[in-house]
T-cell receptor
């Protein structure tokens, strides 16, 4: 199947530091990307999105960077807090015939924030 | 807004029985809903795209006769796992979007355990 994840890599950071989570996507035709946060036992929660006509977008404490040349996304979290501890997934939109599209998830990264 | 509700949150069933999972969009109408499956420490794998009033579109490798999807209204899609086996034990998550091109919103998932 698409986007099969194995064991999640972990990023450990100190509270207050900035975090950078990276993601490589697969389809050069993808034009819409989303970062999701997933806490244990819950569904993914939308964080921020970006379209392919942009290379940077900022939200509250978060920034997404898109490099289409190398098919790479990153999520930057400023002043990381314990509540940011979760698994983070990037997702790309793949367009289908008939105007439909589907969202395919990357492998995910676990962010562990230490006091 | 854009709340997706999933029920039940947890279910334990015996091998050979069937289990139905409901996904509702509470404050918007969703012509398309998506069903994902997630194994421990892995990413979300798209199972099928559920279209209101028509047949679901299944991803490669997903058995349509085993995972029955019904999308009878604009606010409800159901996934029935038929003749469940222990290897079907997983976290099943549904999602929906307000309109094409907008982010998917996810339910909080259903933890299925088949004994």
């Amino acid at each position: 199947g698409e986007s099969v994840g194995l064991h999640l890599p972990t990023l450990s950071v100190q509270e207050g530091d900035n975090s950078i989570i990276n993601c490589a996507y697969s389809n050069s035709a993808s034009d819409y990307f989303i970062w999701y946060k997933q806490e244990s036992g819950k569904g993914p929660q939308f964080i921020i999105d970006i379209r392919s006509n942009m290379d940077k977008r900022q939200g509250q404490r978060v920034t997404v960077l898109l490099n289409k040349t190398v098919k790479h996304l990153s999520l930057q979290i400023a002043a990381t807090q314990p509540g940011d501890s979760a698994v983070y997934f990037c997702a790309e939109t793949i367009r289908l015939r008939g105007g439909y599209n589907k969202l395919i998830f990357g492998a995910g990264t676990r962010l562990a924030v230490h006091p | 807004g854009a709340v997706v509700s999933q029920h039940p949150s947890r279910v334990i069933c015996k091998s050979g029985t069937s289990v139905k999972i409901e996904c509702r969009s509470l404050d918007f109408q969703a012509t398309t809903m998506f069903w994902y499956r997630q194994f421990p420490k892995q990413s979300l794998m798209l199972m099928a795209t559920s279209n209101e009033g028509s047949k679901a579109t299944y991803e490669q490798g997903v058995e349509k006769d085993k995972f029955l999807i019904n999308h009878a209204s604009l606010t409800l899609s159901t996934l029935t796992v038929t003749s469940a086996h222990p290897e079907d034990s997983s976290f099943y998550i549904c999602s929906a979007r307000v309109q094409a091109g907008s982010p998917l919103h996810f339910g909080n998932g259903t933890r299925l355990t088949v004994t």
